[in-house]
């Protein structure tokens, strides 16, 4: 048997003790052979109520098996088929700097001698999934939410509702870009640097943000605005979506930006004879360019690859699932398990 029929046989002897997740980056060859396909919204719920799996091995990369591992149950183990797939934007936002700028943004805005004190005085962390296991504890220890591209609208706004403040970590282009979705002024939104100063906007610029972003990135959705005006050089009359990861200034350029489902439904959406051009991760877009050949055509923004999914393959899903080895196991401890679901069901509950 070749590899792909041999992962089969196992899956088949495995049945419904077995659950394989796939995020949409994946290359085809790993995803023939999932569950469950999905952004990681759609990955974290699939997770979360997945109850007859032993064994639960994820196509991704490390903090969403993380995330699986916190939302599972006793009896499950989650797995990666590489334990190295990492993400450098959570890499960004180390616990230790974030605990830092908490306790700042504290101090300046419970001085009650600041002018622009108000009501909203108090904070709220929100952070990305995109993040580590620490950082989703220590926002549910101190009352936060996660949230992912498809619900960031929906959670800033669980926050606003509660008459507080958000410190958003650790992307600023998901962060200003959603906050601005939600028509908040300019100068309510701060781009927060730890290696600054006061994050480099100051005492006055915390103490009248709404929105503190993190100062942090994903390398995949580094789009320009360049990039947008040789896309309607290349194809007039296209219509361009991009990731909320995408930099404000590309974003505002494009037609619409959405999170992966959004895009996806955005193309199946699109009318036979146009063409899109899309500004995410080139794998995801190759594949939609191939399923909608003939009806669309769908070009990348620029070809853009994350090197930490393509860790992931067929010869390493298989090696997975003949020899189970521990040391790719995912596992998080019970400390930061209990705090970090806090913060995971908090965004699961937000409608």
Known sequence: MNVGESIESIRKQWGKKLFILGHYYQQDGVLQHVDATGDSLELARRAATEQKAERIVFCGVHFMAESADILSRAHQTVYMPDIHAGCPMADMAPLREVQQVWNEIQAVTTDLSLPERSAQAGWIPVVYVNSSAAIKAFCGEHG???????NAAKVFQWVFNQGKRILFVPDEHLGTNTARDLG?????????????????????????????????????????????????????????????????????????????????????????????????EFHLVDRLARQHRGRLAIFPLRQSVCRNMILTTEAKLLALLEQWPAEQVVR???????????????????K
């Open 144 to 150: 936060g939410s996660t949230c992912t591209s498809s």
């Open 184 to 280: 908040l002024p300019d100068e309510a939104v701060a781009i927060y640097d730890p290696g600054k100063k006061w994050g480099g906007v100051g005492v006055e610029g915390i103490a009248r943000a709404r929105v503190l972003a993190w100062k942090g990135y994903c390398h995949v959705h580094t789009f320009t605005a360049d990039d947008i005006t040789a896309a309607r050089r290349q194809h007039p009359g296209a219509k361009i979506i991009v990731h909320p990861e995408t930099p404000a200034v590309a974003a505002r350029l494009a037609d619409a930006h959405g999170s992966t489902s959004q895009i996806i439904r955005y193309v199946e959406a699109a009318p036979a004879g146009s063409t899109v051009v899309i500004g995410t």
């Open 332 to 350: 998080v401890s019970e400390p930061l398990r209990v705090n970090a679901r806090k913060a995971l069901a908090r965004m699961l509950e937000v």
